[in-house]
């Protein structure tokens, strides 16, 4: 089946792509190989650094790729603006948006706009800059496609819909630290990106669009993920579980991309798909499990309009 490789990505010539945090691991890899076969992508990371070296080491790899770093920080609403308003000017049309970056289990804190952090980042951020290069995609249709990556942890976060805040134990209000459990609330965030998917599918059905929404994940693979999060658990028994798994357990980041790459590329995949390894944690690019919680249209309506509410960003043009 096409696509379940790198070397099955079909041709890419004369389209274009943004990758979040593409500066390194599987949004490095992603935005290479989508670059190999002929896409034109931008690189959008958060440090300028980093992803002018990304640009520079993807070249060094791909000769005739051609790629462009952009700043984007999902954690400052400001800076998402400012990421899709300049993409606005210099691009008329998008036809692949892979929504990747993301922060993996890190001690509290909030984003410049006040959100718990992974789920301001994961999702919130994802969500506001989905709708802001909206007119974009619509621009490349048909054949526009939006990938947002999740991960198998979702299983460990439910969205309440009866809670107001959605994302549980108050991660925004007063008191939020005391309360905080970092993988419950990374799960929540990985949650969101599958309702995300889920509500946004449903909504480009029911406008006719020919936007296509899926959700990708990566399996156990080895990416500065797991090993920041094993950094910042310290000397633990947890932490250096992690770091053996990571180094003898997980496929190798080129693997962890598959997924990503195929639910991107390969033809025929279904609207509110989700793509990850065919036995869990690895192997080729297959449909996914995934809970049940995250196909639930009550909750994928409320965490919409939630999500419209924190960000200001509104998808008035698809019907409810």
Request: hydrophobic share 40%; aromatic share 8%; glycine share 12%.
């Amino acid at each position: 089946m096409p696509g379940r490789n790198a070397t099955h990505i079909p041709d890419q010539s004369g389209r274009s792509a943004v990758v979040t945090g593409a500066n390194s691991g599987i949004g490095y890899v992603t935005a290479r190989e989508l670059a190999r076969h002929g896409a034109a992508v931008v690189l959008a990371c958060r440090s300028a650094a980093r992803g002018r070296a990304a640009v520079i080491r993807l070249r060094g790899e791909v000769p005739a790729a051609h790629v462009e770093f952009m700043p984007l920080d999902l954690a400052d609403l400001a800076s998402v603006r400012e990421f899709a308003a300049e993409y606005g000017r210099r691009h008329a049309s998008l036809d692949l948006l892979i929504n990747n970056a993301g922060v993996m289990a890190p001690p509290y804190g909030r984003t410049a706009d006040g959100f718990e952090t992974q789920f301001g980042v994961n999702h919130l951020g994802h969500f506001a800059l989905t709708g802001l290069l909206l007119p974009r995609l619509r621009a490349a249709a048909p054949g526009a496609r939006i990938v947002n990556v999740s991960s198998g942890f979702h299983v460990l976060g439910r969205i309440d819909p009866d809670d107001a805040g959605l994302a549980g134990d108050g991660l925004a209000g007063p008191g939020a630290e005391r309360g905080y459990r970092r993988w419950i609330a990374y799960g929540r965030s990985k949650t969101a990106n599958l309702l995300f998917t889920h509500e946004l599918s449903r909504r480009f059905t029911a406008a006719g669009s020919p936007i296509t929404a899926v959700a990708a994940h990566p399996g156990y693979a080895s990416s500065n993920l797991h090993s920041g999060a094993s950094k910042l658990e310290g000397p633990s028994l947890n932490s250096r579980v992690a770091a053996f798994g990571n180094a003898v357990l997980a496929q190798p980041t080129s693997s962890g991309a598959r997924p990503t790459l195929y639910a991107a590329t390969a033809p025929g995949i279904r609207p509110d798909a989700f793509i990850g390894p065919r036995f869990g944690w690895r192997g080729a690019p297959a449909r996914s499990w995934r809970a049940g919680w995250t196909l639930d249209d009550r909750t994928g309506e409320l965490l919409w309009a939630a999500s419209e509410e924190l960000t200001g960003v509104s998808y008035a043009a698809l019907p409810r």
